[in-house]
C-alpha cells in the first residue's frame, strides 16, 4: 500500500465558532484518522524518533499498537516512560523533537507522532473505567517541591518505582506553568487536572498552599524523614535587568 505523503488532518474548530469561545482549538483524531495515520510509520530498524524524544518513549511500539487497534494497549506502552501523555501529545514541540528525526520526512511529511500520543491518552482517559492499582511501596519517602511539569513527571516516575511521594506545591491548583502558562484553548485545565488525578490513583500525595522555605523548610522535610527532595520550583518570578524601558509594552 503507497504510503500517504501527508499527515493526516486534526480537526480543529470552525473559526468562527472558535472567534467566540475559549474552548480548545484542536478536536483530536478519531479511531479511524489514529488508524490510517498510524499505517504511515515504517517500524524503522533504527528507531530515530525515539532519540528525539526526550523521554524516550517507544514511538514505534506505540503506534503498532494503535494499527493494530490496542489503543488501550498504546497508551500503557506510552506510560511505562512518560507520566503527562495527555499534555505532551499537545504542547510538546514534536516538529523539533521525535518528528524532526522521523525517517519518513526526509521524503515526506513525518508521521504525527504528537496527534497518535494524544489520541492514545485521550482515548483512555474518556473511555477508561479500570481503577489504578497503585505500586508496591518500595519504604522510601520523597519530597518533591512544586507541582508544575518537572515536579508531576518526577513525582510518577518515582511513584511507579514504589517511593512514597509527597509534593508540595506553593499554589492553591497543581500544574504550574501548565495551568498557568498555557492558555485553555491550547491546554485545557481539565485535561491537567485528569493526569494530576492519575498521579493520585498511582499513590502520589499532593499538598497545595505550602510554600516550601516558608511554612516548611528543606531541612524540616528531612525531620520528617524524607530522604530526598527533588526541586522544580519553576521561574514563577520575572527576573528584571534594570534596564529603562523593561516594564514598558505591558511585558510585565
Ligand atoms: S522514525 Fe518515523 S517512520 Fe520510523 S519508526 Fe519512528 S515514527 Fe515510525
Same mark, same amino acid.
Not at 96 to 107: H, R, V, W
Not at 195 to 224: M, P, Y
Given at each position: 500500500?503507497?504510503?500517504?505523503?501527508?499527515?493526516?488532518?486534526?480537526?480543529?474548530?470552525?473559526?468562527?465558532?472558535?472567534?467566540?469561545?475559549?474552548?480548545?482549538?484542536?478536536?483530536?483524531?478519531?479511531?479511524?484518522?489514529?488508524?490510517?495515520?498510524?499505517?504511515?510509520?515504517?517500524?524503522?530498524?533504527?528507531? *530515530?524518533?525515539?532519540? $528525539?524524544?526526550? +523521554?524516550? !518513549?517507544?514511538?514505534? @511500539?506505540?503506534?503498532? &499498537?494503535?494499527?493494530? %487497534? =490496542?489503543?488501550?494497549?498504546?497508551?500503557?506502552?506510552?506510560?511505562?516512560?512518560?507520566?503527562?501523555?495527555?499534555?505532551?501529545?499537545?504542547?510538546?514541540?514534536?516538529?523539533?523533537?521525535?518528528?524532526?528525526?522521523?525517517?519518513?520526512?526526509?521524503?515526506?511529511?513525518?508521521?504525527?507522532?504528537?496527534?497518535?500520543?494524544?489520541?492514545?491518552?485521550?482515548?483512555?482517559?474518556?473511555?477508561?473505567?479500570?481503577?489504578?492499582?497503585? *505500586?508496591?511501596?518500595? $519504604?522510601?519517602? +520523597?519530597? !518533591?517541591?512544586?507541582? @508544575?511539569?518537572?515536579? &508531576?513527571?518526577?513525582? %510518577? =516516575?518515582?511513584?511507579?518505582?514504589?517511593?512514597?511521594?509527597?509534593?508540595?506545591?506553593?499554589?492553591?491548583?497543581?500544574?504550574?506553568?501548565?495551568?498557568?502558562?498555557?492558555?485553555?484553548?491550547?491546554?485545557?485545565?481539565?485535561?491537567?487536572?485528569?493526569?494530576?488525578?492519575?498521579?493520585?490513583?498511582?499513590?502520589?500525595?499532593?499538598?497545595?498552599?505550602?510554600?516550601?522555605?516558608?511554612?516548611?523548610?528543606?531541612?524540616?522535610?528531612?525531620?520528617?524523614?524524607?530522604?530526598? +527532595?527533588? !526541586?522544580?520550583?519553576?521561574?514563577?518570578?520575572?527576573?528584571?535587568?534594570?534596564?529603562?524601558?523593561?516594564?514598558?509594552?505591558?511585558?510585565?
Amino acid at each position: 500500500m503507497a504510503i500517504e505523503p501527508k499527515k493526516n488532518i486534526m480537526p480543529t474548530q470552525d473559526p468562527k465558532e472558535r472567534a467566540c469561545n475559549f474552548h480548545e482549538v484542536a478536536l483530536g483524531y478519531d479511531l479511524e484518522t489514529a488508524q490510517r495515520e498510524a499505517q504511515r510509520c515504517l517500524n524503522c530498524k533504527n528507531k *530515530p524518533c525515539i532519540e $528525539g524524544c526526550p +523521554v524516550n !518513549i517507544d514511538i514505534p @511500539g506505540f503506534i503498532d &499498537l494503535i494499527k493494530n %487497534g =490496542d489503543i488501550e494497549g498504546a497508551y500503557k506502552h506510552i506510560s511505562l516512560s512518560s507520566s503527562l501523555p495527555a499534555v505532551c501529545g499537545r504542547v510538546c514541540p514534536q516538529e523539533n523533537q521525535c518528528e524532526k528525526l522521523c525517517t519518513l520526512g526526509k521524503k515526506f511529511e513525518p508521521v504525527a507522532i504528537g496527534r497518535l500520543e494524544r489520541f492514545a491518552a485521550d482515548f483512555h482517559n474518556n473511555s477508561c473505567t479500570s481503577e489504578i492499582t497503585p *505500586p508496591e511501596k518500595n $519504604g522510601h519517602k +520523597v519530597a !518533591i517541591v512544586g507541582a @508544575g511539569p518537572s515536579g &508531576l513527571t518526577c513525582a %510518577g =516516575d518515582l511513584a511507579k518505582k514504589g517511593y512514597d511521594v509527597t509534593v508540595f506545591e506553593a499554589l492553591h491548583t497543581p500544574g504550574g506553568v501548565l495551568v498557568y502558562g498555557i492558555p485553555e484553548f491550547r491546554l485545557p485545565k481539565s485535561i491537567v487536572a485528569k493526569e494530576v488525578e492519575t498521579l493520585r490513583a498511582l499513590g502520589v500525595d499532593i499538598q497545595t498552599n505550602v510554600v516550601i522555605g516558608k511554612t516548611l523548610t528543606v531541612d524540616e522535610l528531612f525531620d520528617e524523614g524524607y530522604e530526598a +527532595v527533588f !526541586i522544580g520550583s519553576g521561574a514563577g518570578l520575572p527576573n528584571f535587568m534594570g534596564i529603562p524601558g523593561e516594564s514598558l509594552n505591558g511585558v510585565y
